[in-house]
């Protein structure tokens, strides 16, 4: 199927639109809302012909997603309408697929009162007349892409636009946390957990549970090999994790169990420790949850907790224990091997056998007894000025450590020799600017010394162009050089004679 692709935004759009945000911002910190509404519908109707070209480039894409968190409802309507004919593109975009994301974060509230009836968004109805409301859109949206679902699945963008679309479709509320402290875009998280669905879930229409139960399916019809490819594989894997965490409840432990290959018991039990088995603990039922505990992690929990990834599953399966009998269980495997968590440094799988205790009032005393003998025990073996006393030592114990400082180390090691070539890739430019901010003094020092040999192959590139690179190298580089400039002494301010002055000096004489 050949992807339909907007036409290259024109340079006069670009400079419009730059200019028009920065009236934009100006009239929201003046406080001028109806300026601002109006201004809003203004540039909507100048670039509606090019709003996918303007979301698919590089440089308007920022402005877009400004414009985009102030739009009212029949705005983004009216916005998401005229991209309908590009959304395979769209999706796979690297840029449009942020502002896809940035929509799609917003209309569970459109949606619920479309289906509650209470649309009381009047803001311009000519303007807006005959855009569909926003959960045909969705919805349409969705069946644009339809043959390609299992391929975007594997995108490194559209994957992205699958996990919201999934909670779109689902009514999960989306939490927005920037990237990093310098980052140009932002991540978006959806509540998944059942305790937390009541405040942060809407209400959908039946279309949104067909789509998305079409879309699972779909999904589930694959065979086990493909199953088994897209679960490992870094983009498909997380939105497998999101659908299970989201999929409706007539379908869930359906999900579960085909992803899981349940009716093979050894096969289950190493998928299980392969895929992300947090994501079935935080959205499955009680019955569900004890068939997954029992086959795949009963017996095995010590085993799970000394992995520096898995030992949070056994947190969260830990934190959801359903019964006293489970409880009783988890206690009777862990309780005794507190020595060996505390010598691992697995302080948060300690902390929920605690919060454990205390909510089902299971063994409170004799877990702090053997808490204490196994403190006593690590203390014992450090020399005699090192050690501490229990409470000490309780107080002294850290939730994180220092494995992922070491990890970033051991990934600059294998990297090191290579930015060079790393930053002429477009891709792997955006591995060497994470690799640099995260990096000490001394690495970092190293980093532009390799890319100082490749100066001259960086000249008009993409990554040269960047604004983050100005931002981290241009200020690195100006405080490097303020450091190795020499302290100068009375005589550096006296005037300076040249060599002319001082030969012609010495003929007068």
Request: glycine share 4%.
């Amino acid at each position: 199927m050949r992807r339909v692709r907007p036409r290259r935004l024109e340079p006069d759009t670009l400079s419009y639109l730059e200019e028009v945000n920065e009236s934009f911002v100006q009239n929201l910190k003046d406080g001028d809302v109806e300026t601002s509404r109006m201004l809003l519908w203004n540039v909507l109707e100048e670039i509606a012909p090019r709003i996918a070209s303007a979301a698919s480039d590089r440089h308007a894409c920022a402005y877009i997603e400004v414009l985009v968190d102030h739009m009212s409802a029949q705005q983004l309507r009216f916005f998401l309408h005229k991209m309908e004919g590009y959304f395979s593109h769209l999706w796979t975009n690297r840029y449009s697929s942020h502002v896809l994301q940035r929509v799609l974060s917003k209309v569970g509230a459109m949606v619920e009162n479309e289906v509650k009836g209470e649309t009381t968004d009047d803001d311009d109805d000519d303007r807006a007349a005959g855009v569909p409301e926003m959960a045909t859109l969705v919805v349409t949206m969705c069946a644009e892409v339809q043959n390609e679902w299992l391929t975007l699945i594997n995108d490194v963008s559209a994957s992205h636009v699958m996990r919201a679309v999934f909670c779109a479709l689902a009514g999960r509320a989306p939490v927005v946390e920037k990237r990093g402290k310098k980052g140009k875009h932002k991540a978006l998280q959806f509540q998944a957990n059942p305790s937390d669905a009541a405040s942060g879930s809407t209400e959908v229409p039946a279309a949104f549970q067909d789509t998305l139960a079409e879309m699972l399916e779909l999904v589930l019809a694959s065979s086990d090999g493909k199953l088994m490819e897209l679960m490992s594989d870094s983009h498909a894997g997380p939105v497998l994790s999101m659908a299970v965490r989201v999929a409706p409840a007539s379908i869930q432990s359906k999900v579960i169990f085909k992803l899981l290959k349940w009716n093979d018991e050894e096969r289950s039990k190493q998928r299980f420790y392969d895929f992300a088995g947090d994501s079935v603990c935080h959205s499955c039922d009680e019955d569900v949850w004890a068939a997954v505990f029992e086959r795949c992690l009963q017996g095995r929990l010590l085993e799970f907790a000394e992995h520096a990834i898995s030992n949070f599953v056994v947190q969260n399966f830990i934190q959801r224990t359903p019964t006293p009998e489970f409880a009783e269980t988890v206690l009777d495997e862990l309780q005794g091997a507190l020595w060996s968590l505390l010598s691992m440094h697995r302080a948060g799988v300690i902390w929920r056998l605690a919060e454990l205790c205390v909510r089902f009032k299971l063994r409170e005393k004799s877990f702090f007894l053997a808490l204490v003998a196994g403190v006593e025990k690590l203390e014992s073996a450090k020399p005699e000025p090192a050690r501490r006393d229990v409470v000490s030592a309780l107080i002294g114990l850290q939730l994180s450590n220092n494995q992922v400082d070491d990890a970033k180390l051991a990934l600059y090691e294998k990297l090191k020799g290579q930015f060079g070539s790393l930053v002429l890739d477009r891709n792997g430019s955006f591995t060497v600017l994470k690799c640099f901010d995260v990096m000490p003094l001394a690495e970092k020092t190293a980093i532009v010394d390799e890319l100082a040999a490749v100066d001259g192959k960086l000249a008009g590139s993409h990554f040269a162009s960047m604004k983050k690179v100005k931002e981290l190298f241009s200020d690195f580089l100006g405080d490097e050089s303020n450091k190795r400039k020499p302290n100068k002494s009375a005589d550096d301010d006296a005037p300076r004679t040249s060599k002319k002055a001082k030969r012609a000096k010495k003929e007068k004489i």
